[in-house]
């Protein structure tokens, strides 16, 4: 059942990134890293930033616990559902009026005329974050069922409508071309929650939720637990994408072309976390929240233990590719166009820095499972506080001598504290359970000959480049 899952979240999330690669091409093909580029990665982070933290942990890590041992599950959820969408429409809307001291906000570099061109996409970007809180909660529902496909391949329905944006956009300006990509954003959002309308009328869950719909102020004694854990799992989850927010904030006030370089490189380091450890965790964590209330620590820490072989090996295979073959891979996605070879250059920069903390970010994200199947979010959150502190000394650090590269690796190195600290709370005689030596073994000698191969593979390719 797990393996099925993680397959089909592998499965789409694959699809996804693929696609998603396509989009960034053509991004890169019609605008380059120049300031219409900045504006609209800019405009397009708040709702991107929430759609990672929405869909890949916070909401379901704190919703699936409660939602379990709710005795009357369609009120609970007629009551989350209500009071969030009303919450996010009311923010939509204070977001509207106030979008110039937003977009400043997010970009504090940019000067005024920037800011200018940015304000009106950051309006309509905004709507997205409704959109795809609607979807995440029929997620989490359907995951509760142990559906994960239509979760795992809507996703590709975003990234259908922004490449159809730009493949309308080719022959206009850069300014129409950020335009009609905003309004891409909108239409994937509107797709993904049809399918996802479709899936829970399919999978028999319409008729728990418009019953609860009827009579969800009854059930508001049972969500109290849920708020208090979902806004410390909004941050105890969520360290990599505050990682890459706080990113484009310093970056705003560097060379136009700084905030690209981290956007288009953080996207390639996103692709194997997503393919590998969001994947694996989504799958594992239903699992991990039934044995516990079922009092089979064994099977919970035996789910875990498998999880970290699987990751330890996939994510250090890709992370030693990805350091040795940056250029190569910079230059294959993205070199064509309006991008030019130094902004190629830069990225795979930037890409190598990201890279070195794609291990303990990943292993994070499967031990926090614990964190959220025990319901300990505030611990979770604690511990996600004081990497983001370490990431902001870092980032000051580097940013004048290293630019963007410096940006990326002050995030690394706040993966590594933050691995450390969520074994420290799993508990260290658990994880050195886990330790099997004859396996660490395997491993040196697989990233060993994996070098021999890569090196070869890259002279043969220097030939072309």
């Not at 693929?18 to 405009?43: E, H, P, Q």
């Not at 516990?292 to 072989?309: I, N, R």
């Not at 502190?389 to 290293?402: D, Q, R, T, Y």
Request: aromatic content about 16%.
């Amino acid at each position: 059942m797990v393996l099925r899952s993680f397959l089909t979240n592998s499965g789409g999330i694959f699809i996804s990134r693929i696609l998603g690669f396509f989009r960034d091409i053509l991004t890169a093909f019609v605008l380059g890293a120049n300031i219409y580029s900045d504006i609209f990665f800019v405009a397009f982070k708040l709702p991107n930033l929430f759609r990672r933290v929405f869909a890949e942990g916070a909401f379901t890590q704190a919703f699936l616990p409660a939602f379990t041992k709710s005795n009357h599950k369609g009120r609970f959820a007629a009551a989350i559902l209500v009071r969030f969408s009303s919450f996010i429409f009311l923010l939509s809307l204070l977001v509207m009026v106030a979008a110039p001291w937003v977009t400043k906000l997010i970009a504090y570099g940019f000067d005024d005329s920037a800011i200018a061109l940015a304000t009106p996409l950051v309006r309509i970007n905004f709507w997205y974050l409704l959109l795809i809180y609607l979807v995440t909660f029929m997620a989490s529902l359907l995951h509760y069922r142990g559906h994960f496909a239509t979760t795992a391949f809507s996703t590709a329905l975003l990234n259908i409508a922004m490449i159809g944006a730009l493949l309308i956009s080719d022959p206009l300006t850069p300014q129409d071309t950020v335009w009609n990509l905003s309004w891409g954003v909108v239409l994937g959002g509107i797709l993904q929650a049809l399918v996802h309308l479709w899936a829970i009328k399919k999978w028999r869950m319409a008729r728990m939720l418009f019953a609860g719909l009827k009579r969800f102020k009854k059930n508001s004694s049972q969500t109290k637990p849920f708020y208090r854990n979902f806004f410390h799992a909004v941050l105890g989850s969520s360290t990599a994408q505050l990682s890459a927010f706080l990113d484009t904030w310093l970056a705003s006030f560097l060379a136009f072309g700084s905030i690209s370089y981290l956007y288009y490189a953080n996207r390639v380091f996103q692709l194997p976390l997503a393919l590998f450890a969001i994947a694996l965790s989504v799958a594992l964590f239903p699992t991990v929240t039934r044995s516990l209330k079922q009092k089979d620590f064994k099977k919970a820490h035996k789910s875990l233990s498998d999880g970290f072989w699987i990751l330890t090996f996939l994510l250090s295979m890709a992370a030693l590719g990805g350091i040795v073959l940056s250029h190569e891979i910079t230059w294959l996605l993205f070199q064509r166009g309006a991008f030019t070879h130094e902004d190629s250059e830069n990225t795979a920069w930037v890409l190598q820095m990201y890279l070195a903390g794609l291990l303990p970010f990943g292993l994070a994200k499967l031990f926090s499972l614990w964190l959220y199947a025990t319901e300990r979010q505030k611990e979770a959150a604690k511990i996600s506080a004081w990497s983001l502190g370490v990431n902001i000394f870092f980032s000051l650090l580097l940013i004048k001598p290293m630019g963007a590269g410096g940006l990326a690796l002050a995030s690394s190195l706040s993966g590594f504290l933050l691995l450390a600290l969520t074994l420290r709370a799993y508990g260290y005689k658990y994880f050195l359970a886990i330790m099997r030596p004859k396996l660490f073994i395997i491993l040196f000698f697989t990233l060993l000959f994996e070098s021999f191969l890569l090196w070869g593979f890259k002279e043969i390719l220097r030939g072309y480049l």
